[in-house]
């Protein structure tokens, strides 16, 4: 399969913990999104790469929320002292320069006890 | 900010009848607009898109979407719906607006279609 990829599926966390979650996205794909889905909501854009570059940032990722592609490969997106608000979908999409077309993964479901 | 609404939480249509699902857009400028759909437990698909040219645009899986500026619409239409059509339906819009570099794409909030047999 050599589309958008995401790891893990699903985290349990506790209040307060942090996790890291990984997007691959289809390889000769420069752009790279990071959105996120509540139950019940469209997907909300959280952050944009290019390259390595980061972009664009949405004002609802907080200081506790962090975003990086090191290499222009894969991403990473971490979250500081997760709240029980940070429950959701998180969905990480790649698109090819020049063409509009984003192209999702299956999501990271991440759930705060 | 560039905007899409979905009207209709749910459509409900008989396996071989149309089928439609409607999207209004609000934007400011030439509206670069997008379908997706969701199937349980998986990632959003690209169905279609519409940048500029034929206001009938056709996609993925049968379906096409019709542009039409008067009215400020994108819906979403298949002449014989399937019962795996059964799935949640997005539709989303390039944000232009303020200082956004205009990747982002805006959601609506999605209208579950089901097919019964």
């Given at each position: 399969?050599?589309?958008?990829?995401?790891?893990?599926?699903?985290?349990?966390?506790?209040?307060?913990?942090?996790?890291?979650?990984r997007?691959?996205?289809?390889?000769?794909?420069?752009?790279?999104?990071?959105?996120?889905?509540?139950?019940?909501?469209?997907?909300?854009?959280?952050?944009?790469?290019?390259?390595?570059?980061?972009?664009?940032?949405?004002?609802?990722?907080?200081?506790?929320?962090?975003a990086?592609?090191?290499?222009?490969?894969?991403?990473?997106?971490?979250?500081?002292?997760?709240?029980?608000?940070?429950?959701?979908m998180?969905?990480?999409?790649?698109?090819?320069?020049?063409r509009?077309?984003?192209?999702?993964?299956?999501?990271?479901r991440?759930?705060?006890? | 900010?560039?905007?899409?609404?979905?009207?209709?939480?749910?459509?409900?249509?008989?396996?071989?009848?149309?089928?439609?699902?409607?999207?209004?857009?609000?934007?400011?400028?030439?509206?670069y607009?997008?379908?997706?759909?969701q199937?349980?437990?998986?990632?959003?698909?690209?169905?279609?898109?519409?940048?500029?040219?034929d206001?009938?645009?056709?996609?993925?899986?049968?379906?096409?979407?019709?542009?039409?500026?008067?009215?400020?619409?994108?819906?979403?239409?298949?002449p014989?719906?399937l019962?795996?059509?059964s799935?949640?339906?997005?539709?989303?819009?390039?944000?232009?607006?303020?200082s956004?570099s205009?990747?982002?794409?805006?959601?609506?909030?999605?209208?579950?279609?089901?097919?019964?047999?």
């Open positions: 399969d050599t589309g958008v990829s995401q790891d893990p599926r699903h985290k349990i966390t506790k209040r307060g913990q942090n996790v890291t979650f997007c691959d996205p289809i390889s000769e794909h420069n752009r790279l999104y990071w959105y996120r889905q509540t139950l019940g909501q469209g997907p909300e854009f959280l952050t944009y790469f290019q390259n390595e570059a980061q972009l664009e940032k949405s004002r609802l990722l907080s200081d506790r929320f962090s990086e592609r090191p290499k222009g490969s894969f991403s990473t997106l971490e979250i500081q002292r997760t709240e029980q608000g940070d429950s959701a998180y969905l990480c999409a790649s698109s090819l320069g020049g509009e077309e984003q192209y999702f993964g299956p999501g990271t991440l759930t705060v006890t | 900010a560039q905007s899409v609404a979905q009207p209709e939480d749910q459509v409900n249509v008989a396996e071989g009848n149309p089928l439609t699902v409607k999207c209004t857009y609000s934007v400011s400028g030439n509206p607009l997008f379908w997706y759909v199937y349980p437990n998986r990632g959003l698909q690209f169905l279609l898109k519409y940048i500029t040219g206001n009938l645009v056709k996609g993925s899986y049968g379906f096409e979407a019709e542009f039409n500026k008067s009215q400020t619409s994108f819906h979403l239409k298949k014989s719906a019962v795996s059509d799935a949640l339906y997005f539709c989303a819009v390039r944000d232009f607006s303020g956004n205009g990747y982002a794409l805006n959601f609506g909030k999605g209208t579950s279609l089901l097919v019964t047999p």
